[in-house]
């Protein structure tokens, strides 16, 4: 989700490793969408969840996220939520309000 522009992208797929899923996700945003509409931008804040496969302790998702970034030529930043309080995730709130 864009703050900004009130907009937002679901990447459905069927993967069972959350950090390539993730990266792969954020990857075709910024193809798709981040690059047309952030042509400037030269760094990316993402906001993580705290479990599973792209917690902050996994070298693996380090690891993708590096590659992507690396693939984009753009620095990439993750701010993750603390373990049990994704439901302070502006996203998962905003969708609460408009239900």
Known sequence: ?????????????????????????LFQWWVNEGIIHYPKAKSLLILCDGGGSNSSRHYIFKEDLQKTANALGLEIRIAHYPPYTSKYNPTEVSQLLSS
Not at 8 to 19: A, N, R, V
Request: aromatic fraction near 8%; proline fraction near 0%; charge should be negative.
């Open 1 to 25: 989700m864009t703050s900004k522009r009130n907009t937002g992208y679901i990447t459905l797929g069927t993967s069972h490793d959350t950090s390539e899923f993730a990266c792969d996700s």
